[in-house]
């Protein structure tokens, strides 16, 4: 885990080396062991750098930027690669020679062996950018899920790149203006990190499974290209019991490569289904391995989830290590973790996570397994329903759709009127939609912003939901699960860890992410994910059976790191408003609305809305990063 930085200029500046080594300072957080850059000049500049955190081959040979043996090529990469040492054994019977026991070197000689097509052979999470001296080029890639950041912009001067913004803004060195399309869609929609666009005008995200090419000859930067997009199509002729034995013989195999670390390492536990099974099938893989856990405690909250992790803890053996947090600690840590973050997030939800990577950190713990990813590939959460029963639909099997949605309504905080509210979701055109969002009392056009000037700015008022494509009939909920994986839903998620890991100087592993893991998944029959008993996560709660506790896989409930958010915001109300009152500063909000609204909402004559969050949430990232 490190953070790169660097970038292509047309022209000769004498800046550049100046502005790399003040970006690469911006990161010294996310590599605090090693620094590295270097400049080349022809026509034009191209200059790449490295920060790095040491996991495998802690030794001097695993710096960057690395050159290969003929050095005609240079790399500098974020992330880590766990199936190496196979890929080492191949490409050193195909004559390669290696220098160091690094997964950074295995990487720049597949690239140098294999070119583009090394990517589909990898199983890590990545960003990294190669340049090519001899045919001058740069090319720059980002891993199947976006689990490692890459952030770029383009315009007359070039091309820069960095792992974070804060790290681009040294590289640009002149001021941003913030995207109102992203400010709009934040704020009324909880929508981000779901498009190329950020929080920041002009600059973008090198999207998931993507990469993106430089001629240096034509100092022309091509269009980004997919290598890798998450399947839809039924092509699994497994039955349940097999289909079953796969999963689990796949989840093994990651939890193994994911275990391959030259530091100490260990697992976040939340007490649900996904991270247990992570630490639940480290036990079993390693029997003898130390596993130290680390977990947020809503500490008398409904939203506790203490109990669950304790008996994952007791079951393998495992050493927990707590945290609690109260709406005072949030209020003193808030602009530490939205500056971690670098923009504008979701929920207090983080600020858990984040307190959980600053106890691992404290413990001496350099690397952890999280089980982010499980929901997005599993259909987990509420399961998808309406996406479920428009399947059934679109198959005829009218009688089997209304039967799901009354079997899926039995289960908690669930009910039949709302199978068909999410049916509803799923097919309405976006006039309809809208019509019934505000209906529920969530309008596109709200008085505290204002939308007139949004409009004149080209702001699109509308919310963006994902397409229904005709090659995916029959197959909605996959699709959906494909959209989540890589547009809406869990880019935001990996950010959140990525940032509040890297802000701890830690290495968050995913091992539920892997695209073999997503290939057999997602190519399995629908009702493997989600039973016709409105049962999420199916095949995979079948597959940890003897591996995971009964009574955490019979779970019918799902937390996570879920903090007490409206008890903390109306214990804070006051310092709450203070900060409010900043939105004065953000032209586009109406500051006397939303304090009127926010009024009502702390004195209880409008129903508690998690717009709140967003409010204060984007104010004081404005306020530090554009004002």
């Avoid at 030259?262 to 639940?280: N, R, Y």
Wanted: proline share 4%; charged share 25%; with cysteine.
């Amino acid at each position: 885990m490190c953070g790169i930085a660097g970038g292509f200029w047309r022209d000769n500046q004498p800046l550049v080396e100046e502005r790399l080594v003040s970006a690469l300072r911006c990161m010294r957080h996310r590599g605090p062991d090693d620094s590295g850059h270097e400049i080349v000049q022809g026509q034009g500049v191209v200059a790449i750098g490295q920060n790095r955190l040491s996991i495998i081959d802690v030794s001097s040979r695993g710096h960057q930027p690395m050159l290969s043996a003929d050095g005609g090529l240079a790399i500098v990469f974020n992330g880590e690669i766990y199936n190496y040492r196979e890929l080492r054994k191949e490409l050193r019977a195909a004559g390669h020679v290696f220098r160091s026991e690094s997964d950074t070197e295995v990487l720049l000689v597949a690239w140098a062996e294999w070119g583009r097509a090394c990517l589909s052979r990898l199983e890590g999470m990545f960003a990294f950018v190669v340049h090519d001296r001899r045919n001058e080029r740069l090319a720059c890639v980002r891993d199947a899920f976006g689990i490692k950041p890459f952030f770029y912009e383009q315009d007359e001067a070039g091309l820069r790149f960095a792992s974070e913004q804060v790290a681009l803004a040294a590289l640009r060195g002149k001021p941003a203006r913030a995207d109102l399309q992203r400010a709009y869609d934040y704020l009324v929609h909880g929508d981000y990190d779901s498009s190329e666009r950020t929080f920041i005008e002009g600059v973008r995200h090198l999207l998931p499974g993507t990469l993106i090419e430089i001629d240096l000859r034509s100092r022309q930067a091509a269009e980004p290209q997919r290598w890798w997009m998450a399947p839809t199509q039924q092509t699994s002729t497994l039955s349940f019991g097999d289909a079953v034995d796969a999963v689990r013989e796949k989840f093994l195999h990651n939890i193994r490569l994911h275990l391959r670390s030259d530091v100490p390492l260990g697992a976040a536990l939340s007490g649900g289904i996904d991270s247990s099974a992570v630490v639940c099938a480290i036990r079993h893989v390693e029997p003898d391995l130390p596993i130290n856990t680390f977990s947020y405690i809503a500490e008398g909250s409904d939203v506790s989830e203490e109990k669950w992790v304790d008996l994952v803890n007791r079951t393998t053996g495992a050493t927990p290590h707590k945290v609690k947090a109260t709406a005072v600690d949030l209020a003193r840590d808030l602009d530490a973790v939205v500056a971690a973050q670098g923009e504008p997030f979701g929920s207090t939800s983080i600020y858990a996570q984040y307190r959980v990577f600053k106890l691992a950190r404290e413990s001496g713990v350099t690397v952890t397994l999280d089980g982010q990813g499980a929901d997005e590939l599993l259909a987990g959460y509420s399961g998808y329903p309406g996406q479920r029963m428009l399947s059934l639909l679109e198959q005829g099997r009218y009688g089997a759709m209304h039967g799901f949605a009354r079997r899926w309504s039995h289960w908690p905080d669930r009910s039949y009127r709302r199978a068909w509210m999410y049916l509803g979701r799923a097919i309405f055109s976006d006039g309809l939609y809208e019509r019934a969002r505000k209906a529920l009392g969530r309008d596109f056009r709200p008085d505290w912003l204002r939308t007139d000037m949004l409009g004149d700015a080209g702001v699109a008022l509308r919310e963006v939901r994902p397409e229904l494509t005709s090659a995916n009939r029959g197959r909605r909920v996959v699709e959906q699960l494909a959209y989540s994986l890589q547009t809406r839903g869990l880019p935001h998620l990996l950010r959140h860890g990525d940032r509040n890991a890297m802000a701890f100087s830690i290495e968050s592993r995913v091992p539920f992410l892997t695209p073999p893991m997503a290939q057999l998944l997602l190519s399995m029959p629908e009702r493997y994910l989600i039973s016709d008993a409105g049962e999420t996560k199916h095949v995979f709660r079948a597959a940890m059976r003897g591996i995971v506790p009964d009574e955490i896989l019979d779970r019918r409930d799902k937390i996570g790191f879920a903090t007490p958010e409206r008890d903390w915001f109306t214990s804070i109300a006051p310092m709450m408003r203070d900060w409010l009152e900043d939105a004065a500063a953000v032209p586009f909000l109406n500051r006397d609305v939303l304090l009127a609204t926010f009024d009502d909402v702390i004195a209880g004559g409008t129903p508690f809305t998690w717009q709140i969050w967003r409010w204060v949430n984007y104010v004081r990232w404005y306020r530090g990063a554009l004002a």
